[in-house]
């Protein structure tokens, strides 16, 4: 897939992201669209996946540690085919399936409930480990948070993968600076992110999170990197794509008004209509 093609099918999950959280009146905006386009990385062109099949024993894994960003999860397993985009628009509404955290039991492509915070990770270390075991060819993959990384129960499981040597895990850390309440260096700093995963024998790779270019090499180089995890720490905008949202801590957890939506939908659709010029 082109870097075209990639850039117009991120600028949908944006979309996707917006409805859901606007139709919902409440959710996390900034936090998913800085994920946007790792996500459709992932999905569209670096995992081993069937919609058609979603629970494919041979299938590659995603766990959403950072569970708040389930937004963007949604609109990229819609787009990929999982489940119906119109029903993105039942986001947190009651009897839907898209709720606020990714649930497995019941949405169509996700291997695992998140959502407390720290526990992700080691959700998709026994994944990898029991991989491991099998003698199965399936990689994991993990998505964390910036301020999510303040919790302890990270560290212990960055410690299990690298003593165990888990090449087939590969943590990604959403860098975009910012958490609830703050930056994130002003809360409880976690810097410096590459040099701590380092100690814990990963192998760490640093990029622009909006460089699909920069994504497909960090992920090309995770997968042939052996004896050892990899961790690709990329630096992102917190609600990327959305003028008034990006770099504004106050976007981190709350939807739209009527008046907010059309703009953010106005500013997505010009971005998807330049890209289909060129």
């Known amino acids: 897939m082109t870097d075209l093609e990639l850039k117009k099918i991120a600028v949908r999950v944006r979309k996707g992201i917006i409805e859901g959280v606007y139709a919902g009146k409440s959710g996390h905006p900034g936090g998913s669209l800085s994920a946007a386009d790792m996500m459709t990385y992932l999905y569209f062109e670096e995992m081993n996946i069937d919609p058609q099949n979603p629970d494919w024993s041979e299938r590659d894994r995603f766990v959403l540690s ?29 009897g839907s399936y898209l709720q606020g955290h990714p649930c ?7 291997d695992a409930s998140s959502g407390s915070l720290g526990q992700g990770i ?37 410690m299990f993968a690298g003593f165990r ?3 087939n895990l590969c943590v990604i850390v959403d860098n975009n600076g910012l958490q609830i309440d703050g930056p994130v260096d002003e809360v409880n700093s976690p810097y410096p992110i590459a040099d701590k995963f380092r100690a ?39 609600g990327k794509g959305v003028s008034f949202m990006e770099n504004a801590v106050g976007w981190h957890g709350k939807a739209p008004n009527e008046e907010e939506y059309k703009i953010a939908m106005k500013e997505l659709c010009e971005a998807e209509d330049e890209l289909c010029r060129m």
């Not at 497995?104 to 996700?110: A, M, N, Y």
């Open 66 to 94: 950072k569970g708040h960003g389930a937004p963007a999860y949604y609109a990229t397993l819609a787009i990929r085919g999982y489940f119906p985009v119109e029903d993105l628009k039942t986001l947190r509404h009651v």
């Open 104 to 110: 497995s039991q019941s949405t169509p492509g996700v």
């Open 122 to 158: 080691s959700v998709a270390c026994g994944m990898a480990m029991s991989a491991k075991i099998s003698k199965d060819s399936y990689r994991v993959y993990t998505m964390l948070g910036d301020g999510e990384i303040e919790e302890g129960e990270v560290w212990e499981a960055a």
């Open 165 to 167: 040597k888990l090449d």
């Open 200 to 238: 814990f024998n990963f192998h760490v790779i640093e990029i622009d999170g909006h460089d699909f270019l920069q994504i497909k090499k960090a992920l090309d180089e995770a997968r042939e990197t052996k004896g050892m995890p990899t961790a690709i720490i990329m630096k992102t905008v917190k």
